[in-house]
Each structure stands twice: as structure tokens, then as C-alpha cells.
């Protein structure tokens, strides 16, 4: 004869059964909650009943579920899979390569290809032409059959007056990157960009040099060259270069730029926007640029109004030096050229590869037809 159960081993049957059914029923809300709602949550606190084995198998499922949330998120379409395009370097600018890897680590642009690899004419989206290095080339250009979609890109940094016009390649472009603001592909010189969390607090260099001017291409007619002989008579002028049997190299070129208290960024000739490096590489190395070349209103447009000097607010090249003698005596006054250095740094071009790069960043987002009629009149008149 079989002995009966004890009262007290029915009730830890019942514990364990009850117990099981909590965990079971907890199980089964995490696996079918996110289609079921017939089950709300509440902000009540429930009761902790659950075993240790219980509460890991609630763990693993809800690792499982997170997981395959994830691997849905990151084959999602549309998302960070931009179709390639292919750029082709036709003639690396004045003979100078870049890195053809830069548009996304640098620039943040994905889904390009740099290439100067000719071979995959018939594939490039774009050819990008440095119309210095054209040359005797565009015979052939002009006789030349591509892809029907392709785009074929005008580059140049040059001013008009030392730019080559193109006759009879009046329609043979489809876009344009330029200096110029009203060209498609716009590559300034120069930028100020905000302040990021890498960059240093701006200090100012030590300065032993009242005006500094660094130059190469000395040519009389130059409305520069017949200011500056004229601005000398009246101020020291610290110059620099080949014409002045004083060469500067590269690893000098900021030492000496940093150490003067204002920079003569006089461009060799004056066209609408030709606002280059001359005013940009001082104000990074924190140097006041003297400017001479489009009027005002234009360098407003890209720099602070209060961050530079233009030869046009003076009635004579006497007046100017006369000013930045007073400045010179003035500590305060000279500092508040650079109170935009509290949130904006100076950024110089990476000539050719930023062209590159934002040629592929515009093809991603224009698909159109375009022809640049007569690129010769937009650019020379």
C-alpha cells in the first residue's frame, strides 16, 4: 500500500506549479507581446517570483530579439548604399596628384571612385579638365565619342587673365568647378568653418615684423606691384621672394607669416570672387590681411568685415600706412581683428582633389541635362 501525501508536500507541489506558470506566462509575453494587445503594461511594480533559470531564459530571448532588431536596421534599403559614381582625372592638375581615396575620409562624401585610369572612359560618370593642362589636346577632344550621360567638367583656379580661352569648345563641357560662386561645382580658395572640439584656442604669435609681403610673379603692369612701390615710401615693408632675392620655402613660409602683424594678400589681378590663399593662409596663421583686389562687398561675402583691411577704405597708399602705424600703437584695437577666432578657423583647399570630390558629390545629387553654353563668354566677359 502506497503512503498518502503529507499536506505539506502538496503545498510545495503547488509552489513549484505556480511558480513554473509565472515563469511560463513571462516567457510567453516577451516572445508574443510585440504582435499581441491584449496584455498592457502598467507602471506598477510586479512582484519579484521568478527563479534564477527563469529571469536567463527571459535574458537570452530579449539578447536574441535585440539582436535580430539590429541585423533588420542594417540591411535596411536606402540607407548609406549611394550608388557609385566614377570620376576620371583627365590631367592631374599642373602635374600634381592627390589621393584618390580622400572623398570620404576627408570630405565625408561616399559611394565615389577616383580614377586617372583611362581605360575606364566608357564607364566614368564625369572627366574632370584642368583647362591649363589642355594644351594642343583639343583637337582630338572635340572629335572624341562618349557615353551619352557623361559629363565632362571645366576646372580651372586661374583668373581670366591668366586663363586660356578654349575656341571652338564653346559647347564641349557640362558643367563647371570654379572659384566663382556662380559656377556649378564652387571651390572657393578658402573657408572659416566652425570651430570643431579638435581644434586649439587660437593664440597669438609672437610678432617682430610690422608688414610682411611674400611674391613671385612680378609684373609692372600689376595695379599691386605700382601700390606697393607707392605704400613703401612711407612704411617698412618686410618682402619676400624671387624679385627681392629673398626665397621663402615651405617649411619657412609660416614662420615667417605668422611673425607679422599684418600681410600684404595682394592679388595679381582683380576679378569678381578671386579671393585666394593670399588672404586665407595669413588669417590661419593669425595675420591681418591688407587686401587688395575685388572690391569689399565681395570678401564680405566669405570673410568677417572686421577681420581684414581693404586699400580701398583709404584715399591714398600714404593713409593706409599711416593707419597701420596707429594700429601697431593700439594692442586692444589690433586684437579685435581676430575676435572671429572665437568661433570660426581658417581652412585652405586641397587644389584638384576637393574639385574631384565635390564633382562626385554633385553628380549623387543632380541627374539632369546640362550644357555649359559658351563657357568662353561666361568666364572672359
Excluded at 54 to 76: G, H, P, R, S, W
Aim: charged share 20%; aromatic share 14%.
Amino acid at each position: 500500500m502506497m503512503p498518502s501525501k503529507t499536506p505539506s508536500g502538496h503545498f510545495r507541489h503547488l509552489i513549484i506549479a505556480g511558480v513554473l506558470l509565472i515563469c511560463f506566462t513571462a516567457i510567453f509575453y516577451i516572445y508574443y507581446k510585440p504582435s499581441i494587445g491584449w496584455m498592457s503594461c502598467t507602471d506598477e511594480p510586479q512582484p519579484d517570483v521568478c527563479t534564477e533559470a527563469c529571469l536567463k531564459v527571459i535574458a537570452n530571448k530579449t539578447e536574441n530579439t535585440q539582436e535580430n532588431t539590429q541585423a533588420v536596421t542594417t540591411v535596411e534599403p536606402g540607407k548609406d548604399h549611394l550608388p557609385e559614381i566614377v570620376v576620371l582625372i583627365w590631367y592631374w592638375p599642373f602635374g600634381e596628384h592627390f589621393d584618390l581615396n580622400s572623398c570620404d575620409p576627408i570630405y565625408g562624401i561616399k559611394g565615389c571612385r577616383l580614377t586617372d585610369d583611362r581605360g575606364q572612359f566608357d564607364q566614368a560618370h564625369a572627366v574632370m579638365f584642368h583647362i591649363r593642362d589642355i594644351g594642343g589636346d583639343l583637337p582630338s577632344l572635340l572629335a572624341m565619342s562618349r557615353p551619352p550621360r557623361q559629363k565632362w567638367v571645366w576646372m580651372n583656379m586661374e583668373s581670366p587673365a591668366h586663363s586660356p580661352q578654349l575656341n571652338g569648345a564653346e559647347d564641349l563641357f557640362n558643367l563647371t568647378s570654379n572659384y566663382r560662386r556662380d559656377s556649378d561645382i564652387w571651390v572657393p580658395y578658402g573657408r572659416l568653418i566652425e570651430l570643431s572640439n579638435e581644434d586649439e584656442p587660437f593664440q597669438m604669435p609672437q610678432k617682430d615684423k610690422l608688414v610682411c609681403w611674400i611674391v613671385s610673379n612680378w609684373n609692372n603692369n600689376h595695379k599691386r606691384v605700382g601700390f606697393f612701390n607707392e605704400f613703401s615710401k612711407y612704411i617698412k615693408v618686410e618682402a619676400y621672394g624671387r624679385y627681392f632675392g629673398r626665397y621663402v620655402n615651405h617649411e619657412d613660409y609660416a614662420k615667417v607669416v605668422s611673425s607679422c602683424k599684418f600681410y600684404l594678400s595682394f592679388e595679381n589681378s582683380i576679378y569678381r570672387d578671386y579671393i585666394t590663399e593670399k588672404v586665407f593662409n595669413p588669417m590661419r596663421l593669425g595675420t591681418v590681411p591688407v587686401v587688395l583686389g575685388p572690391p569689399r562687398e565681395n570678401y564680405e561675402q566669405l570673410i568677417p568685415k572686421d577681420s581684414f583691411i581693404h586699400v580701398d577704405d583709404f584715399q591714398s597708399p600714404q593713409e593706409l600706412a599711416e593707419h597701420l602705424k596707429t594700429l601697431d600703437q593700439n594692442q586692444e584695437m589690433y586684437e579685435r581683428f581676430f575676435s572671429w577666432r572665437k568661433h570660426y578657423v581658417s581652412k585652405g583647399s586641397v587644389f584638384g582633389q576637393e574639385h574631384a570630390c565635390y564633382i562626385c558629390d554633385h553628380l549623387q545629387k543632380h541627374k539632369s541635362f546640362s550644357v555649359v553654353k559658351n563657357v568662353n563668354q561666361w568666364y572672359f566677359t
